[in-house]
């Protein structure tokens, strides 16, 4: 059963370009949440996607977007980055229970985003 | 809103003492659900235990045992005679309703070391 993965496992950035983080997730699930964790925090919540769309929001500017493919995998893109957004970027799938919102999330390994 | 406080940033034991991992937690919901996560260095968050408020029953796992307190908003984390293995952070999580979605808020985490 393969589980969450991620690509790239580690990238470098400078100022100002644009990245894009994929994710898949785990078989039998339809929910992708993306989480940024900094350096010694716990993770923060970006935004959660499914049936293809952008269903809850944590407080993160506009340069953060995303998408979600009919496969259920995911993209998370970020513009202009700064270098505070240095940071490992978790994906995490998990499957909707009707009436329930989404049952246990389960982690990626995560792409370590270094912004120069 | 949601928080969950993680007071102790770091704990260092000797392999075989038994350690407890503090987690507080505040909510106003009644339904809620309360997550332990391990990531070790690789950077994996690894899915530990799931609980809702309605079970307040300890649970044991080999190892591992969980302490849920409603009534001091608690969930501790005790590991029984500690592995050089064990050496990882760990994050507690609570997840409640929210637009009609649980997202989990982590707290900032525990790193255990546990030395040979």
């Known amino acids: 059963d393969a589980g969450v993965t991620q690509s790239p496992t580690h990238l470098i950035k400078t100022r100002g370009q644009q990245v894009t983080l994929r994710c898949s997730p785990k078989?039998?699930?339809?929910?992708v949440s993306w989480y940024q964790q900094a350096l010694g925090q716990g993770p923060q919540f970006i935004f959660q996607?499914?049936?293809?769309?952008?269903?809850q929001r944590g407080n993160f500017p506009d340069r953060f977007s995303g998408h979600q493919f009919p496969n259920y995998s995911s993209e998370l893109n970020v513009n202009a980055l700064l270098l505070g957004d240095s940071a490992l970027y978790l994906c995490?799938?998990?499957?909707?229970?009707?009436?329930?919102?989404?049952?246990?999330?389960?982690f990626g390994p995560g792409t370590r985003l270094t912004v120069l | 809103a949601q928080k969950v406080t993680q007071a102790q940033t770091e704990i260092s034991v000797v392999e075989k003492e038994d350690v407890t991992l503090d987690c507080v937690y505040e909510?106003?919901?009644?339904?809620?659900?309360l997550f332990w996560y391990k990531q070790p260095p690789s950077g994996e968050l690894v899915f530990l235990i799931r609980?809702?408020?309605?079970?307040?029953q300890n649970e044991i796992s080999g190892r591992y045992s969980w302490n849920f307190q409603k009534s001091t908003s608690s969930f501790n984390f005790t590991i029984t005679a500690s592995q050089v293995v064990d050496s990882a952070v760990y994050f507690c999580?609570?997840?409640?309703?929210?637009?009609?979605?649980?997202?989990?808020?982590f707290g900032r985490g525990t790193s255990l070391i546990v030395h040979p």
């Open positions: 078989s039998g699930h339809d929910t």
């Open positions: 609980r809702n408020s309605f079970d307040e």
């Open positions: 999580a609570l997840s409640a309703t929210s637009g009609g979605s649980y997202i989990p808020t």
């Open positions: 909510t106003r919901d009644t339904t809620y659900y």
């Open positions: 996607y499914y049936e293809e769309e952008e269903r």
């Open positions: 995490a799938s998990s499957l909707e229970i009707s009436g329930q919102g989404t049952d246990t999330q389960y």
